[in-house]
């Protein structure tokens, strides 16, 4: 065999193995996607108050597909908020990016505060092997106002005794 065709025998190969792998993101972007509910609760400590209070919000996730969500890990996320002062039950929008690889949960919405004004509430779970009840259920997070400025920090907590809704939650998202 000559350097010729064994050139041209890896050319195949390797237009085989790009025709395999675009068959496959094909397929894999067609697969349903998935939503669930979930619910965390907290104290907040807003800037210029010296007493945390608690707040809380309610998310509906969902993914239009398996392939999307394997891409980037981004869920997209509405419900509502309520921190007392700041918004009642205030609708929200914005991402959950759930990255099992890097141990990472990372929450990121906005909303119309009482006021009209906009504010963003980021927080991120780092899930350590070592205690991962603990690092899954809790979220530190942190109020921004308009400017990017912030506003307040938070501990909100998933609730063990929602575990069986949440489970119950999850449902297949097939797309149009």
Not at 4 to 14: G, T
Not at 40 to 45: L, Q, V, Y
Not at 144 to 161: K, P, T
Request: charged fraction near 15%.
């Amino acid at each position: 065999m000559n350097i010729a065709s064994i050139l041209d025998r890896a050319q195949q190969l390797l237009a085989t193995a790009v025709s395999v792998q675009n068959q496959a993101a094909s397929y894999v972007h067609k697969l349903p996607g998935f939503s669930f509910d979930e619910t965390m609760s907290g104290p907040i400590t807003l800037e210029g108050h010296s007493h945390p209070q608690h707040m809380e919000f309610r998310i509906h996730a969902e993914v239009p597909s398996l392939g999307s969500f394997l891409s980037d890990g981004r869920t997209h996320i509405a419900g509502t908020v309520s921190i007392p002062g700041v918004a009642d039950s205030a609708a929200l929008q914005g991402s959950l990016w759930i990255w099992p690889h890097k141990r990472i949960l990372r929450y990121d919405f906005s909303f119309t505060a009482n006021d009209g004004s906009p504010c963003r509430f980021a927080g991120q779970k780092d899930v350590s092997p070592l205690a991962p009840v603990e690092t899954m259920t809790t979220l530190p997070s942190y109020l921004y106002d308009a400017h990017g400025r912030e506003i307040g920090q938070a501990e909100v907590r998933f609730d063990l005794s929602d575990l069986p809704t949440f489970l119950a939650s999850w449902r297949p998202v097939f797309a149009l």
